[in-house]
């Protein structure tokens, strides 16, 4: 039998262990850099920074690592893959100038533009005042405010009206981490209809489209509340079905792709469009450079062939001979666990229970996200603390072993969404009374 490679995994939350546990299963080797308490469970974790470059460099050479994995979008807008390139060391994921389609919005706008892919109507301003001053003049109606940098999923403000935009304006200016990442301000037009994901491999040739999904970014039941970087996700949806991924491929991921290209800065790695179904059809309200979290839990669940040999030949540009992945059958559901406070600031520490008896149901894989061990225990050590996955033969079966399982788990002020994928039943219900109605005999 062949050695294992050996794969260094960048990240520390619940994306990362997802992606260690999927590829342990694929029989790798895994390095964790920081990692959290889940990690160090199944894998080796490092204790380096995500964010540190020279030193992710060093464990990589020292250890013979054969790939490298990167989770956030941080290092990757950092240039983190530019910098193993450089040093002769395989890493997935897109270069400095590529992550830019994450790392800046307007960078993005001007993408869609040359790819002539479907999105919001927007306009773009270097200073709070400006932004002030185009809001105050323009008609009442609801917008979108993004700040155009990395704001850790906080930096979307969705707006009914002249207040409330006026009021996201100076949330920007006001807040530290807002500031720095809205150099500039974008103001887009409020697209309505329903917020769905769409993730896709490529080389920056050849594109591998994954199943789609639905994130819950509200903090709250109903979508109330702020948004966050995400409570919860299901894979897959079934406001998506097969001809709509189709037109989502061919009219938004592959012109997306080329139009990168075209602009010299070829994309390898994970593409994530974050889209809205409208009436006029699918548009894009964002693209991430990497996995989702917690989209990549539910994701890698049910995944049944290899993640690994994917992104081999991703970094290898040989994904055109890769075999379509396969999936399990049925859905899975990810509830995201937070500390109390969150998305505001949280109190750290609290030892969790219940994490064993969670992870001994059928079809559940509780993913850490923010913890670290503490005298031998699980502590909670961040805002989104826990992502638990279940699969199951159905939706719903799927949601109520994930709630099972949340239902074992404990620490003080500890909180979920109780709502993830009802949506989803929802449109399940509809199509399947939309079946029955057509089915039925006409009267005579």
């Not at 993408?111 to 008609?139: C, K, N, S, W």
């Amino acid at each position: 039998m062949p050695p294992s490679r050996r794969v260094l995994v960048v990240g520390s939350g619940g994306r990362e262990h997802a992606l260690v546990w999927k590829l342990i299963q694929d029989g790798a080797e895994v390095l964790v850099a920081p990692g959290n308490a889940g990690t160090a469970s199944i894998a080796e974790n490092v204790p380096i920074a995500a964010t540190d470059i020279p030193g992710l460099l060093d464990v990589a050479r020292r250890r013979g690592v054969d790939l490298t994995v990167v989770g956030p979008e941080v290092p990757l807008v950092a240039g983190i893959v530019d910098e193993f390139t450089a040093a002769g060391l395989r890493i997935f994921g897109p270069t400095k100038r590529a992550a830019q389609i994450e790392g800046s919005k307007s960078f993005c706008k001007q993408i869609l533009h040359r790819g002539d892919v479907p999105t919001a109507m927007f306009r773009e301003f270097r200073t709070p005042a400006q932004a002030r001053e185009y809001i105050e003049v323009r008609e009442d109606i609801p917008v979108v405010v993004k700040a155009d940098g990395l704001a850790a999923g906080k930096g979307v403000f969705v707006c009914d009206d002249r207040a409330a935009a006026l009021a996201a304006i100076e949330a920007l200016a006001a807040d530290p981490l807002l500031a720095a990442a809205s150099g500039n301000i974008l103001i887009e037009e409020r697209l309505d209809g329903i917020e769905v994901s769409v993730l896709a491999i490529t080389d920056g040739r050849t594109i591998v489209t994954l199943p789609p999904l639905q994130d819950h970014k509200a903090a709250h039941d109903d979508d109330a509340g702020p948004n966050t970087g995400g409570m919860g996700a299901y894979c897959p949806t079934p406001f998506v079905d097969e001809p709509l991924l189709a037109e989502i491929e061919a009219r938004i991921l592959v012109p997306t792709v080329h139009a990168m290209r075209r602009a010299k800065v070829p994309f390898q790695g994970v593409l994530y469009a974050g889209l809205m179904l409208t009436a006029q059809g699918p548009k894009v309200l964002e693209f991430n450079a990497r996995f989702g979290d917690p989209e990549c839990e539910p994701l890698l669940l049910r995944m049944e062939s290899s993640l690994l040999e994917l992104l081999d030949a991703t970094v290898d540009r040989t994904l055109e001979t890769c075999q379509p992945p396969r999936w399990r059958d049925g859905a899975a559901v990810s509830v995201v666990m937070a500390s109390e406070g969150y998305p505001g600031p949280v109190s750290k520490g609290q030892p969790i229970r219940g994490l064993e008896a969670a992870g001994r149901l059928p079809n559940v894989q509780v993913f850490h996200a923010a913890t670290r061990l503490a005298d031998g225990a699980v502590v909670a050590d961040g805002g989104r603390v826990l992502a638990v996955t279940a699969l199951g033969s159905s939706l719903a079966r799927a949601k109520l072993q994930a709630y099972t399982a949340v239902k074992e788990i404990r620490w003080a002020g500890a909180w979920c969404r109780k709502d993830i994928s009802d949506k989803g039943l929802r449109r399940e219900r509809e199509l399947l009374a939309a079946e029955v109605a057509s089915e039925e005999p006409a009267a005579s």
